[in-house]
């Protein structure tokens, strides 16, 4: 599988700061994910993105699928410190080969927030 | 509330050990997947399968082997254990209907080899 880049590596914000981190493949995905673990947990999806140029939000996130379909992004507006997580976007080719379901990761986004 | 349930959150083994990471899920999905999570580097897929009997190789296969004896629950085996495999290690299962909607993971297991 391909290990996809993704910035920054941590984030260090005040509370009520907005936040921004992005994704980028060399190759295409038909399907982004972006998922937050806590400390302890295994990671939980946040938003998922199937169309190229879809801008989709979630509460205080929100998260786009590229045009190219090779990035996404994901901005969180309004931090709290109940935020504070790894971050980690996935690509997804799709059916027609069983390869196809599994899930490409970014190596993932710390951000802390301090109250 | 669907679930994927890791036998152990926390295993200390001592180096060459066999070692078994037990994953279930109730959720009836076809896929099941085993990562290994390591500081700086992100998920890395082990091994996956896409129904009973069935496995591939993910990414980093070495040292590991997987059985699925039944649709419900995904073995993740080391062999022979080493110090370099001390990690997170976190299970996931999702349905091909289900495409799109990503994967849905245990908490973890977090092994050391000493």
């Known amino acids: 599988g391909q290990q996809l880049n993704q910035s920054p590596q941590s984030m260090f914000i005040q509370e009520g700061e907005d936040v921004s981190m992005n994704c980028t493949s060399s190759s295409i995905f038909n399907t982004w994910l972006w998922y937050k673990q806590e400390p302890g947990e295994g990671p939980v999806l946040l938003i998922a993105l199937y169309k190229a140029g879809e801008l989709t939000s979630n509460g205080r996130l929100t998260a786009q699928f590229g045009i190219t379909r090779k990035d996404s992004f994901l901005n969180i507006s309004a931090s709290i410190p109940s935020d504070v997580g790894i971050y980690f976007c996935?690509?997804?080719?799709?059916?027609?080969?069983?390869?196809?379901?599994?899930?490409?990761f970014g190596k993932g986004t710390s951000l802390l927030v301090t109250p | 509330d669907v679930k994927v349930t890791q036998s152990s959150r926390y295993l200390v083994k001592r180096t060459g050990e066999k070692v078994f990471l037990e994953c279930v899920q109730d959720m009836d999905h076809e896929n099941m997947f085993w990562y290994r999570q390591d500081p700086g580097l992100g998920l890395r897929l082990i091994y996956f399968?896409?129904?009973?009997?069935?496995?591939e190789k993910g990414d980093i296969p070495e040292g590991y082997s997987v059985s699925r004896e039944k649709k419900e629950r995904f073995s993740l085996i080391l062999e022979s254990a080493s110090t370099n495999q001390t990690s997170m290690y976190l299970c996931?299962?999702?349905?091909?209907?289900?495409f799109g909607y990503g994967y849905t993971f245990g908490s973890g297991t977090r092994l050391t080899v000493v």
């Open positions: 399968s896409y129904d009973v009997k069935m496995k």
């Open positions: 996931a299962s999702s349905s091909p209907q289900g």
């Open positions: 996935a690509g997804q080719l799709g059916p027609g080969m069983h390869s196809g379901y599994a899930l490409n």
